[in-house]
């Protein structure tokens, strides 16, 4: 709804402050009232009017002074200002204009020319603090680092600020004749995931967040930039405002933060376990020279080898260099004693693994560690959501084309929920039931699978399994290319 203008009406004398008042309030005008120059000035500071209404002729500070001390007031300087007088002389009238006053009107006025004027010049300002209003809009949007574009209801770009021009790479005006996708795939971001684009440009009705995500490269990390479209005018405009936002920090704090998490988790499990035969020997009368003491103690002691040497470690893991250092690489001919060791780790009964031969001897660029993140949380929840918690697992992994495989994960434990298949893979979501892979203390493991997966340029999938219960998961991950 549109503001109502706010008039003052400056005079000294009453029945003249009557008088306009009867005459203007029948318009719909807020008004205020001032009775002479100092009221004037202090009221007028308090409700910043729409306009003022200013008699001449007033003791102590006439309208003169009042007009020339409204023009070196920062914020009053603006307002418009219309001088009533009963005063016809032209001397007066210049001296008015040089004060400041931006229309006259003698006294007796005529109320139809007073009521034209009032609406035209009210007009004129609203249009000006528009105007205004726009401008510092356009220059905020500009400077912004966050990208802010118009597009039509076919994808065509119609509007975009510098921010959105550096991330699609709009360096000519030329390049708005491209859809924004195209741009998009041209500057190569994946649009992820895949079902909250399939009704572009469109606002998503469904929960699932935009990405457009750039797979990191051997000199730069990953790039997400989160993109919503802004409903302004309630979705009937046939231009869309489309927001990007980096959250490359946010979402990659948060991934080590998980994958820290959970590398301690597991990496200090195991060897905690195996001291529990130190509370046996102290909880219990056993002969410390007996075999069953001795083999306790070996026990004990092996596990405290290992536990030492996994604290080492981890530090080592937290150590900057050594995450410098570390490189994208993992070899798949390791995958199977991996896999074994997070079996054993997990105790998981059967996990059987099928490789292509022509695999065998290639590299996932994809670091050691991610690849182990990501496969000791596929198999952690098999067994988490497996009502007998001993999921039977089976793993592939085969050429989806040259570049790229496809490592499936398959288990016999719950299938889920059709509206949850899509949705555990979004980065912030939380199932209320299924499959997010939340574990206390460790983080929502499906999501910030999707989030290595996403930012190494590959892409995740999870389906039912078609005749038994279960699921399977489909990761797609690009092979490091010989040169």
């Not at 219309?82 to 003698?106: N, Y």
């Not at 190494?456 to 999938?461: D, I, V």
Request: one cysteine or more.
């Amino acid at each position: 709804m549109q503001k109502e203008s706010c008039l003052l009406i400056v005079d000294d004398d009453e029945h003249g402050r009557e008088a306009l008042g009867m005459l203007l309030s029948r318009e719909k005008y807020q008004l205020a009232f001032a009775a002479n120059g100092e009221e004037a000035l202090q009221i007028a500071e308090e409700i910043m009017p729409d306009l003022i209404l200013l008699d001449l002729m007033m003791p102590e500070m006439d309208g003169f002074e009042v007009c020339k001390r409204m023009r070196v007031h920062p914020q009053l300087a603006e307002v418009p200002i219309i001088m009533l007088t009963a005063i016809s002389d032209r001397k007066v009238r210049l001296s008015g204009i040089e004060a400041g006053a931006d229309d006259f009107i003698t006294k007796p006025f005529d109320k139809l020319e007073l009521l034209a004027r009032v609406r035209t010049i009210t007009r004129l300002n609203r249009y000006r603090h528009l105007l205004s209003e726009r401008l510092r809009f356009e220059w905020t949007v500009e400077q912004s680092d966050d990208g802010y574009l118009l597009i039509g209801l076919d994808d065509t770009i119609q509007y975009a600020n510098s921010g959105a021009r550096l991330y699609l790479g709009l360096l000519s005006e030329s390049a708005f004749s491209e859809r924004f996708l195209k741009h998009a795939e041209t500057q190569k971001f994946n649009c992820e995931p895949a079902t909250a684009w399939e009704n572009w440009p469109k606002p998503n009705v469904g929960s699932m967040t935009r990405y457009l995500v750039r797979p990191e490269s051997d000199s730069e990390p990953s790039l997400w930039l989160q993109v919503d479209i802004l409903d302004l005018l309630g979705g009937t405009g046939r231009n869309q405002l489309v927001h990007l936002r980096d959250v490359s920090e946010q979402i990659h704090l948060q991934r080590q933060m998980w994958t820290f998490q959970t590398f301690v988790s597991h990496k200090l499990r195991a060897p905690l376990n195996g001291l529990i035969g130190l509370q046996i020997l102290e909880q219990t009368k056993i002969d410390l020279s007996s075999s069953q003491a001795h083999s306790l103690l070996k026990i004990a002691q092996e596990s405290a080898k290992r536990l030492q040497d996994q604290i080492l470690d981890i530090l080592r893991y937290v150590d900057s260099s050594q995450l410098l250092q570390e490189k994208n690489v993992f070899s798949l001919f390791k995958i199977s004693s991996l896999i074994n060791e997070i079996k054993e780790d997990l105790e998981i009964g059967t996990v059987s693994v099928y490789i292509a031969d022509s695999l065998v001897n290639k590299s996932l660029a994809f670091s050691n560690l991610a690849i182990e993140l990501v496969l000791r949380e596929l198999f952690t929840n098999a067994k988490k959501f497996h009502p007998q918690q001993s999921p039977i697992i089976e793993v592939s992994i085969k050429h989806q084309d040259l570049a790229t495989i496809i490592l499936s994960v398959s288990d016999d434990g719950q299938s889920v929920a059709s509206k949850e298949l899509a949705k555990v893979w979004v980065p912030y979501y939380q199932s209320e039931k299924y499959f997010t892979g939340e574990v206390k203390g460790m983080g929502l493991g499906l999501s910030k699978i999707s989030e290595l997966v996403w930012s190494s340029g590959g892409t995740c999938r999870l389906s039912n399994r078609e005749v038994e219960p279960g699921v399977t998961i489909e990761i797609t991950l690009p092979l490091v290319m010989e040169k």
